[in-house]
């Protein structure tokens, strides 16, 4: 079992840059893949990002590529999304998540956090 907490959500105007971290419980934590999602009112979740294990492999969405960095720190049992030049449409709930296998939908993720609201303002 794994339980994850995200963090670092919060409002930022255009152009800003935010830092989500996503904390892990669980002895097992450096064995998952891990992914951030997003999700906005009346729509379905988004993929984000994913990385592998070991932080060898990721992999972005085209909407966000060249602006977001995953990275994780497996000693703090930790995964990041540092978000740079933030636009309106980054707004969303952003969720974190562990799976057995880098992935690009939500079902293959077994666990997830509760969301931490991010908000771009114009």
């Known amino acids: 079992q794994v339980q994850l907490v995200e963090s670092g959500g919060g409002l930022v105007q255009a152009g800003g840059s935010l830092r989500l971290s996503c904390a892990a419980s669980?002895?097992?934590?450096?064995?998952?893949?891990m992914g951030w999602f997003r999700q906005t009112p009346g729509k379905e979740r988004e993929f984000v990002s994913t990385?592998?294990?070991?932080?060898?492999?990721?992999y972005y969405a085209d909407s966000v590529k060249g602006r977001f960095t995953i990275s994780r720190d497996n000693a703090k049992k930790t995964v990041y999304l540092q978000m740079n030049s933030l636009k309106p449409e980054d707004t969303a709930v952003y969720y974190c998540?562990?799976?057995?296998?880098?992935?690009?939908?939500?079902?293959?993720?077994?666990?997830w956090g509760q969301g931490t609201q991010v908000t771009v303002s114009s």
């Open positions: 990385i592998s294990w070991n932080g060898g492999s990721t």
């Open positions: 669980g002895r097992t934590f450096s064995s998952y893949a």
């Open positions: 998540a562990a799976g057995s296998s880098m992935a690009r939908t939500p079902s293959y993720y077994n666990y």
